[in-house]
């Protein structure tokens, strides 16, 4: 996004032109770690909200939402416990796109790699660590508490687990202890948790150009050596399956901060080639049900659209309902699965099918507009107030 700000005359590199002295171009010159000198203008660049990324982040859940009802493996076998029938039996043509929604996954790892480092930028260990915890778990916790009570209350599509396994739920950390997530999408949070904890190192150590490209390309080495290394612990920590994606939000991010150059072109081509076989991995082992070719369409697509957001061509984008369409994403994400297929199974007699898919995914968009409003804003007060005081006490705290 172009610097829209003035900026003094000595802080320009010129040259020499007929007589004249004339501004280089923006691109002329590499990028420069950020000195305090220029941090007001790279935050005024970097700080303007990006709509688009707001609309891009609807899409995906929107994706998801319907790839989980109309789409999947699971819904498309007969006798299934969703729709009774194969779903493409049912409505062929939204089974065809609804096929390839799961890649709204991807397009959120992509964004979060982006996303992360655009809100890091400047900010302290103990900053970064408040800011995830008032995002990620307010609405998670209703959506644990939510869906528990739409399985209790509807039972005969998913089962539920024992009340100890709901409460370490909680935590957020039940992948890592072996414990089942209450809804199948929870998985993506690990994902998620592992990448936060990787970039709270750079965080710690101060975000630089330089030290986020370090840690692109290291963890990118990490990520293609885990699977023929055969190590637990490697494997756990580069999350080979999910890098590449959160790589590529880096680079983007780094785009937009400091501009293109082709190191960064080369780390997005490199997460673009990686990315390409995740997707064949994941249609071959998960999916089923999607090809390869389209995977890949969608997904450079979407990236081509990340490109363009990044480099400043849809900074003229100011439409103010996408700033709520990008808070409802996370809550949708979270319950629109268990409790949705739920719902789907008691209705499907009631209602065209088509007409029901959109009027469950309505349903959870007013819900999760509610739990926005009524539970993220006001319980991320509380929780960054409380997070505030604790850490002034124990910076002031001697011994």
């Not at 819904?75 to 062929?92: A, C, F, K, T, Y």
């Not at 509610?370 to 604790?390: C, I, N, Q, W």
């Amino acid at each position: 996004m172009a610097t829209q700000g003035a900026e003094s005359s000595t802080s320009i590199p010129r040259q020499v032109v007929g007589g004249l002295q004339r501004p280089l171009p923006p691109l002329a010159a590499p990028p420069q770690d950020v000195s305090p000198s220029s941090r007001a203008v790279v935050r005024e660049r970097g700080g303007r909200r990006l709509y688009a990324i707001d609309g891009i982040r609807l899409l995906a859940a929107l994706m998801v939402a319907v790839h989980h009802y109309a789409g999947t493996n699971r819904v498309n076998q007969p006798g299934n416990l969703v729709w009774d029938r194969p779903v493409s039996e049912i409505m062929p043509t939204v089974f065809r796109f609804a096929s390839y929604g799961w890649i709204g996954v991807e397009i959120f790892f992509v964004i979060s790699g982006f996303v992360i480092c655009m809100s890091c930028w400047g900010r302290t260990p103990r900053q970064f660590f408040t800011s995830r915890v008032i995002r990620l778990y307010p609405a998670y916790w209703v959506a644990i508490v939510f869906t528990t009570a739409v399985l209790v209350a509807l039972p005969g599509v998913w089962d539920t687990l024992r009340t100890r396994d709901v409460l370490l739920n909680f935590t957020m950390l039940q992948s890592g202890s072996g414990v089942m997530n209450v809804d199948g999408v929870y998985w993506t949070l690990w994902s998620e948790l592992r990448f936060y904890l990787l970039f709270l190192v750079v965080v710690w150590s101060g975000l630089t150009y330089r030290k986020v490209v370090v840690f692109c390309c290291v963890w990118g080495a990490a990520a293609m050596l885990a699977p023929v290394a055969k190590l637990p612990l490697l494997d756990l920590v580069a999350n080979p399956s999910g890098a590449w994606y959160f790589i590529a939000g880096l680079a983007l991010y780094l785009m937009h901060r400091f501009g293109q150059d082709l190191l960064l072109w080369g780390i997005l081509a490199m997460a673009w080639l990686m990315g390409q076989r995740e997707l064949g991995v994941r249609i071959d082992e998960v999916e089923h049900v999607s090809g390869w070719r389209g995977s890949v369409l969608i997904f450079t697509v979407f990236l081509l659209a990340m490109v363009a957001i990044a480099l400043g061509a849809t900074d003229r984008v100011r439409w103010r309902w996408l700033v709520t369409a990008g808070a409802l994403t996370y809550p949708l994400y979270l319950m629109h699965y268990a409790a949705g297929t739920t719902f789907i199974n008691r209705l499907r007699d009631t209602m065209d099918a088509r007409l029901l898919v959109v009027s469950v995914i309505a349903g959870f968009m007013l819900l999760s507009w509610l739990v926005h409003r009524f539970v993220e804003r006001p319980v991320a007060g509380l929780l960054k107030r409380g997070l505030d005081t604790s850490f002034a006490r124990l910076r002031n705290a001697g011994g």
